[in-house]
């Protein structure tokens, strides 16, 4: 069973920076599609970046392009995201996701969607202030 959990979270000024990390545990990350995501209060769910099993890839929505950084450690089985130039906008709970069903899909497309990922970690609460 993949299990995720994230740390990282905090309170920043606007324009500020923090970086969020996932652990995985339960099978190799190498193995994994992975990716972040944000849901603030009263709104769905939305996608913020996902990267490929190498790291080589990385996809952000239009968002936050430019001020975040998504990077994998294979090694350490530890996901990241690097984010700067805070906005208040950016206040929300970020979830790490994983999936296991990667073989075929298209990417980074096919890696958008919520529902495409089985495994979720509990979440962190990011909120920026002015």
């Known amino acids: 069973q993949v299990q995720l959990v994230e740390s990282g979270g905090g309170l920043v000024q606007t324009g500020g920076s923090l970086t969020l990390s996932c652990a995985v545990s339960g099978r190799s990350m190498s193995r994994l599609g992975m990716g972040w995501f944000r849901q603030a209060p009263g709104k769905e769910r939305e996608f913020v970046s996902t990267v490929t099993g190498s790291g080589a890839g990385k996809h952000y929505a239009d968002s936050v392009k430019g001020r975040f950084t998504i990077s994998r450690d294979n090694a350490n089985n530890t996901l990241y995201l690097q984010m700067s130039s805070l906005l208040l906008e950016d206040t929300a709970v970020y979830y790490c996701?994983?999936?296991?069903?990667?073989?075929?899909?298209?990417?980074?497309?096919?890696?958008?969607?919520?529902?495409?990922?089985?495994?979720w970690g509990p979440g962190t609460q990011v909120t920026v202030s002015s």
């Open positions: 996701a994983a999936t296991n069903d990667v073989y075929g899909r298209s990417w980074p497309t096919w890696y958008l969607r919520p529902s495409r990922y089985a495994y």
